[in-house]
């Protein structure tokens, strides 16, 4: 802009033109790039709660938990779909392998079953993993909303876990979280 002699501005009309040419470029820009980032991100999040005693009358007693929780940690997974992945933490129920041995050696000495449980686990841990990643990836999206297709992801992944030669069995599995996206 420029100062006339009586100190109105006047407009120069190419730096005008200029200057909306720049702005259509940045609606322009930033209007694409709204389309691409909705277009790039997914269309819906499903989460699932699964509840394990959802069906469990008044008379009835809620299951005895039959040995110790141990993490088996969280785990994104690639679904046999190519279009879908899974988000879940994982926690399995372990008792002694031979069922002979009713009470541990840290019951008879007083220690942490969760140390001696990680101490024992821990050599397997990488297997579990592997165990947890190839069983899971084998499902899709469909079948593991469905909570019949949960609960036979969990049984699938009790006999993968139990065929690693571990000093714990794997009597069940739980789901702490579960997202399929």
Not at 60 to 86: C, M, S, W
Request: net charge positive; aromatic share 6%; proline share 6%.
């Amino acid at each position: 802009m420029a100062a006339t002699s009586k100190g109105t501005p006047t407009i120069n009309l190419a730096s005008t033109k200029s200057l909306l040419n720049y702005l259509i470029i940045a609606l322009i820009s930033s209007a694409s790039s709204y389309v691409a980032i909705t277009l790039a991100m997914p269309k819906q999040v499903i989460v699932v709660q699964h509840d394990v005693y959802k069906n469990v009358g008044p008379a009835e007693k809620q299951p005895e938990k039959p040995g110790e929780t141990y993490p088996l940690g969280e785990f994104v997974i690639n679904l046999a779909d190519h279009r879908h992945y899974l988000k879940t933490t994982l926690q399995a129920v372990l008792v002694a392998a031979d069922q002979s041995k009713k009470g541990s050696n840290t019951e008879k000495s007083g220690g942490d079953p969760f140390t001696e449980i990680k101490s024992q686990m821990a050599p397997y841990e990488g297997m579990f993993r592997d165990a947890v990643i190839m069983t899971l990836s084998h499902q899709n999206a469909a079948q593991l909303l469905s909570p019949t297709g949960m609960d036979l992801a969990k049984e699938q992944l009790k006999v993968a876990l139990n065929r690693l030669n571990c000093p714990r069995k794997v009597v069940a599995i739980y789901y702490t979280d579960f997202v399929v996206q």
